[in-house]
Structure formats: C-alpha cells, structure tokens
C-alpha cells in the first residue's frame, strides 16, 4: 500500500525575540561593514559585472577586479529589495510567506556522501538518493522547503544541479531552493526546467516554485559564475539571497565579532551588486558562518560561536528588513546521538528566538559532510517540539478560576471537561520515550534513534507522491540530455 499525503506544512511563529547585539553593537557592526565595503571592498570574477558596476557608480579596480561600494550606494542598493518574498510552491497549501512572522525548516544540503537507509553504512551519494531524501522530506509537514540534500555525485557535473532538480521535482511538491546552480549555464538550465514544471515562464514568474542563492568566497570574494548566475535567476523573476559561510580562525577573523563584520560585509555586497544589475528582485540575508576546530583545522559546527554568528546574523539581516535565512541544525556529530540532539536543540532555539525565516536545515551530520535520513526525521521532531514551544498561547481563559475552583484545594482535574477539551493541545512526541522502564525494557531499551529509523523506512517503503506527469518528465528528460550532450555548455 502506498500513500500521497499532501499534509500541511507546519510553520514556526516568531512571537519572540531575543537579540544578543546591543543597539550600539548593531550600529557598529553595520558601520564597520561598510568601512569594508567602501576602503577593502570584494573582489568580483566577471568582467561584465564589474563594467556594468562601474556604470552604475561604483568604482571599480578593473586590474585587481576589486570593487568598492559607498554606503550610500549600498543603502540605495539595499533599500531597492522586496521587505516581503514569497516561495511559491506547485502543492496548494504549500506556499511560504517570509514576512518576519514565519520561521521555516528546510532540508540542508549537497552533502557529498549519505548513510544508505537500509544498510547504515556511508557512501558516495547519488541522484536517487536527491530524490529518496527529498521525498522523506515530503511527507514531514515540519520541512516548508528543500535544499539538495545531497550531491548527485553519478552524473556529469556540468549538469549535476539540472539532475538534482529534476529528483526533487519528482519527489515533492514543496518550494525547491537551489543551492548547487553557480553558473549562468546552470542557472539557464534550472530556469528552463523549472519553467516547464510551472507551466511557462511566465507562470514561473507570477509564482517561483523554485529560489536559489549564491555563496561568497570568504574573505570578500565573488566568483563570476556565481553573480552571473544570480542575473539569470532575478532576471526569471527567481528570488536570489546570498549565503556567506565563513570559518573564523581559517576564512574569517579570530573572533565571532570580526568575522560578523566580515560575513555581513560579504552579504551586503552579493545584495548590492544584484540589486544593481536586477533593481528590485527578490532576495534575502543568508549565514551559515561558524568557527575552525582548533584540533583538526576543520569546521566545528556546532559551538556556542555558531549560536552567536546565527542570532546575531538574523538580527542584522532584520536590521536590513531582508528575510533571514540562517544555517541551524547541521551538526558537527558524525550520528544521530547525543550530541547531534544537544547541537540541534540550541540551533534550533537560537535560530527561532532570533527570528530566522528560513532555518537551513535538517538531516545534516559531521559537519555538513554526511546526509542522514534518520537524522531528518529527528530535527523535523526538534522543529516540531520548538514550534509548541514557542506557539503554544498561555490560554487561562475567563474560566480558569471556576476550572480551579470546581477541584478545589487537594482536588483533581483529570475528570473535567476542560481538561478533555484542553489535553489535545499538549505537545505529544512521535520519537521520544516515555513508556514505563518494564516496558522500555521488554521493547529492548528502544530511543529515539530507533524511532526515527522507523519512521524514516515507514515513510519511504509508503509514501510515493506524484509529483511529475508522464509528458512532462519526458520533456524535462530531453532538457537534460541536450545540456549533457552539449556538455552542458547550452543556453538553453
């Protein structure tokens, strides 16, 4: 038996802040910025680009490709964005508004290896696994979106982010967001798909079923694909953000201030040079910024500095009025143990009290490196025990002192009405246990790990959605092969 249920997805209020940069701090971090950006300046990898800065007004260093921006370039730039963006999806019901009031979990992404869900073993990943993660993450109503869980490593990779489309395409019908399109050719590629999925270009256009974002280079570099291709997407009419991820100690400053500065510079640039190019698209303030492991030179992911780079980061892109979409979740444990929940649980928190749109993302393991379907299902698990955390209303109600009064002192309220109607809202987990200890230990001592792997083979072996009608796979399919057969050197 299989099933195709197109549940609700389940968003995060953001009822609450809590900033960790004083007002001062904030200014100073925003002044700092833009000292960078006006006597350091970034450098850019496309000729076009930076002529087409130049005639803006920006004055560009043609020799050393340097380009330096005035803050009243970049706040005339900034102030350019759309403060709402909306990620349309092909599903009704599955649209996601980022309005500064919703906060939504995505898959994270373009891991290089995956652990086999059925043999738990770690290995190279493929296409197929794009599309088995992705629709997992289907059937979750906690994940609102989905990056590229993992690379699509089988096929050539001129036209790996074209295949990686074309997985999830097939497996969801959430909002995709690309996060593997770094050239204009691949970015052509992706629009053209994503237009046949829409219906035309222009349906794409009234409603983008898919985004994208492009990475700086840390520190203060832009390469030219990744700006080109960013032209092509906001051209579509395909919100662009920008997403930096530096690592202090190793691509950014020591401390988690200096690489704040820096960070925040490198994302106020790739928003100028777009706005500049494209005035008015869609985008948005992304960081998935954290600090080097002092014992091996890698990235930590996961300590108390990535807690503070992403509220903070979220509190800047707020300062902006940009939707923030920050990176929460991606553990530097290598399975889904007790440190893969501990690291979550206060991403997660930090991310949500600091009013991230866009929480990037579940499923990750050993920092980003490692996809793990169960571990997608324990942070939809975390997502969902965050969300009642902070939507759960207080509720006592004109009726609460006849409620306490009618069990009265040493009474009970187990037998009231109000508590049969009230218990329903009370947060109930799917993974965690809570059984009797003779129970648990009759069961086999089972935790959430076990659940989660259960939950994950259930969803997988039941859930089949259809997402891509025959005639359409078929054209997206001769897409693909013409840009293989053209090395993926097509225009489209």
């Known amino acids: 038996m299989t099933m195709s249920v197109r549940s609700e997805i389940q968003p995060l209020p953001l009822k609450h802040r809590l900033d960790v940069l004083s007002g001062a701090e904030l200014e100073e971090v925003d002044e700092r910025s833009l000292q960078v950006l006006q006597r350091i300046g970034v450098e850019v ?7 087409r800065l ?9 020799e050393e490709r340097r380009v330096r921006f005035t803050a009243e370039f970049v706040e005339a730039a900034v102030a350019r964005a759309p403060r709402r963006v909306v990620l349309a999806a092909r599903w009704p019901g599955c649209d996601l508004v ?33 599309a088995m993660v992705t629709r997992l993450a289907d059937a979750l109503p906690e994940i609102g979106f989905v990056w590229q869980p993992a690379a699509a490593r089988d096929v050539l990779p001129a036209v790996q982010p074209l295949h990686e489309l074309h997985a999830q395409l097939g497996n969801t019908g959430k909002h995709i967001q690309m996060m593997t399109a770094v050239t204009a050719t691949a970015a052509r590629g992706v629009v053209e798909i994503a237009s046949l999925a829409a219906g035309g270009s222009a349906a794409l256009r009234a409603r983008p079923i898919v985004s994208t974002f492009q990475c700086s280079t840390s520190p203060l570099v832009y390469e030219g694909g990744a700006l080109e291709a960013a032209a092509v997407f906001a051209e579509a009419g395909l919100p662009c953000g920008f997403v930096v991820m530096p690592i202090a100690c190793a691509t950014g400053p020591a401390t988690w201030g200096g690489t704040l500065v820096q960070s925040n510079a490198e994302v106020l640039a790739g928003i100028v040079i777009l706005e500049t190019l494209v005035p008015g698209a869609a985008t948005f303030y992304g960081s998935c910024a954290t600090v080097m492991d002092l014992r091996t030179g890698a990235a930590a ?17 707020r300062h902006y009025d940009l939707p923030a979409s920050i990176g929460s979740f991606a553990t530097g444990a290598k399975s889904p143990d007790w440190q893969a ?7 997660g928190l930090a991310s949500v009290f600091a009013g991230a749109d866009m929480l990037c993302g579940a499923g990750l393991l050993y920092g980003a490196r ?22 759960a209303p207080a509720e006592a109600g004109d009726d609460v002192l006849d ?15 109000h508590t049969l109607a009230a218990m329903r809202r009370l947060w109930i987990p799917r993974l965690f246990d809570r059984a009797e ?9 089972p935790g959430p790990r076990e659940a989660a792997r259960e939950r994950m083979r259930e969803i997988l072996e039941r859930h089949r959605p259809e997402c891509l009608e025959p005639e359409l796979d078929a054209e997206i399919g001769r897409v693909l092969e013409r840009y293989e057969r053209e090395g993926g050197e097509s225009g489209g």
């Not at 990898?45 to 002529?51: F, N, P, Q, T, V």
């Not at 490692?370 to 939507?391: K, N, T």
């Not at 409620?403 to 009405?417: D, H, K, N, W």
């Open 45 to 51: 990898g496309s000729r076009s680009i930076l002529e």
């Open 54 to 62: 130049a005639e803006a007004g920006a004055s560009v260093d043609r």
């Open 98 to 130: 980022l309005d500064g009031e919703h906060g939504y979990l995505a898959l994270d992404g373009c891991a290089a290896e995956v652990i086999d869900p059925e043999t738990g073993a770690r290995r190279p990943s493929r296409k197929a696994d794009v």
């Open 301 to 317: 992911c996961g300590g108390p500095e990535d807690l503070l780079l992403q509220m903070a980061s979220a509190q800047l892109a």
């Open 341 to 347: 929940g501990l690291e979550n649980g206060l991403s």
């Open 370 to 391: 490692i996809c793990s379907p169960e571990q997608v299902v324990l942070d939809a698990e975390i997502f969902a025990l965050l969300r009642h955390l902070v939507g």
């Open 403 to 417: 409620v306490i009064g009618a069990a009265g002192p040493g009474g009970e309220f187990l037998s009231q009405g």
């Open 437 to 445: 200890w003779s129970e648990w230990e009759a069961a086999g001592r």
